[in-house]
């Protein structure tokens, strides 16, 4: 079975300053999906970015990028110039492409980030 | 942007009532999935649908709970007969293709005393 973990609860970071958060999985598969999601205090998921795995280049999104490092079965999120509105938790999460119809996500257990001002 | 909604925001219900949380997917999206997350804990996979039929189901999701796709914009969670333990959000959400990433809801919180 897949996993997720994210191993830090909490960070902190200064606003416009560059933050990254880790995500270590576990899967027997070739072929799969990432994603980064978002909480904010109102509670919506919003997804932040998104990695195929049987692409070599890491995706990027504005002032978020991801480092994949499909060996180590790493994928870490760089939030660069960090802003106020950054503050939220965020989910690692994974999607194995032979879901088929199911295409279910399994949830890393999520860092909450706090930008100060 | 198109967006899921969900209704109501907050159900505050007895233990052993039924409840029924309602949704509204992107309508030109195929792929309904129920999550669920009890406060503090992780978002946790429930049910997905398609084609009108459930494609999986996780272990939570057991006789007690039920989907359904009554018409052809609506996307329903019935919880039977709720237990506290079923308190938490309860998000949907939808996909054209589940690999791109969904569309969450803004989640109906669940509140069983």
């Known amino acids: 079975a897949q996993t997720v973990t994210q191993s830090q609860p909490e960070m902190s970071v200064q606003e416009a300053e560059t933050v990254t958060l880790s995500c270590t999985y576990d899967t027997s598969e070739s072929n799969y999906y990432l994603f980064w999601y978002k909480q904010p205090p109102s509670r919506q998921m919003i997804l932040v970015i998104r990695?195929?795995?049987?692409?070599?280049q890491n995706a990027t999104e504005n002032r978020f990028s991801v480092n994949f490092q499909k060996a180590a079965k790493s994928f870490s999120l760089k939030i660069s110039d960090s802003q106020l509105g950054d503050t939220a938790m965020y989910f690692c999460?994974?999607?194995?492409?032979?879901?088929?119809?199911?295409?279910?996500?399994?949830f890393g257990t999520g860092t909450l980030l706090a930008v100060q001002p | 942007e198109p967006e899921v909604t969900q209704t109501p925001s907050h159900q505050v219900t007895q233990m052993g009532q039924e409840v029924i949380l309602r949704c509204v997917p992107i309508?030109?999206?195929?792929?309904f999935y129920w999550y669920r997350q009890i406060l503090g804990q992780k978002v946790e996979f429930l049910v997905s649908?398609?084609?009108?039929?459930?494609?999986?189901k996780s272990e939570i999701f057991d006789d007690q709970f039920s989907v359904e796709r009554p018409d052809g914009s609506n996307f329903t969670l019935k919880i039977r007969s709720t237990k506290l333990e079923d308190s938490a959000m309860y998000f949907c959400?939808?996909?054209?293709?589940?690999?791109?990433?969904?569309?969450f809801g803004s989640g109906t919180r669940l509140t069983v005393v």
């Open positions: 649908f398609y084609n009108n039929e459930i494609s999986e």
């Open positions: 309508s030109n999206h195929l792929y």
């Open positions: 999460a994974f999607m194995n492409v032979l879901g088929g119809a199911t295409n279910k996500l399994i």
């Open positions: 990695q195929e795995a049987y692409k070599q």
């Open positions: 959400a939808s996909s054209t293709e589940g690999r791109r990433g969904y569309t």
